[in-house]
């Protein structure tokens, strides 16, 4: 199973931003008690009116959905009820479907430069190692199928294992 992330969407009442925001940290703080809790921020309006973004992440759908339905969730969104009357709007992603995607989670793109320098980071290590293991075995090929090969790996490597721990390791940097 993959890591899930869940943005949620909420429009505290008018004069209520405070008290909303104050309890959504304090949920935040309950579910990052939960099993399989990974990460998880609240993102504020950027002008009053707008809605507040909840980011969670866990290790699987199945921690997700244990926190869902617990007592603890369930008292922290009656508290968040009585200072917004808006209904949250849910989605889940798989995680690893949201490194591209940065501009919906944060309030702004890392920039260019860093991002690169992050897959950088992760595509010359692995690329090294396969090229340099690999490449007696491949030797046979012609250069088409043998880049076919080498890249494939390359690319599944960094997407589903060396990028979920980079971003996460890198957050700091890429959100300068």
Same mark, same amino acid.
């Given at each position: 199973?993959?890591?899930?992330? %869940? ?38 309006? +950027? *002008? ?19 926190? +869902? ?9 009656? %508290? ?24 919906? =989670? @944060? ?6 430069? %860093?991002?690169?320098? @992050? ?24 250069? =088409?199928?043998?880049? *076919? @090969? ?12 060396? =990028?979920?721990? =980079?971003? %996460? ?8």
């Amino acid at each position: 199973m993959s890591q899930v992330t %869940r943005i949620v969407h909420r429009r505290a009442n008018s004069g209520f931003e405070k008290e909303y925001e104050a309890l959504a940290r304090g949920m935040l703080e309950a579910s990052s008690k939960a099993r399989g809790s990974l990460f998880s921020t609240l993102i504020p309006p +950027r *002008v009053d009116g707008e809605e507040f973004h909840v980011v969670q992440c866990f290790a699987t759908q199945d921690d997700l959905d244990a926190w +869902r339905h617990s007592p603890v969730a369930d008292e922290w969104h009656a %508290r968040i009820a009585q200072v917004s009357d808006h209904r949250p709007q849910y989605r889940t992603y798989n995680t690893s479907d949201l490194w591209f995607s940065a501009a919906g =989670l @944060v309030p702004r793109q890392p920039a260019r430069w %860093r991002m690169a320098f @992050v897959v950088w980071m992760g595509i010359f290590p692995i690329a090294s190692a396969y090229i340099w293991f690999l490449s007696p075995y491949l030797m046979d090929l012609p250069f =088409l199928p043998r880049m *076919v @090969v080498l890249t494939a790996l390359i690319v599944a490597t960094m997407f589903y294992f060396v =990028l979920p721990v =980079l971003l %996460r390791r890198m957050a700091r940097f890429l959100a300068r």
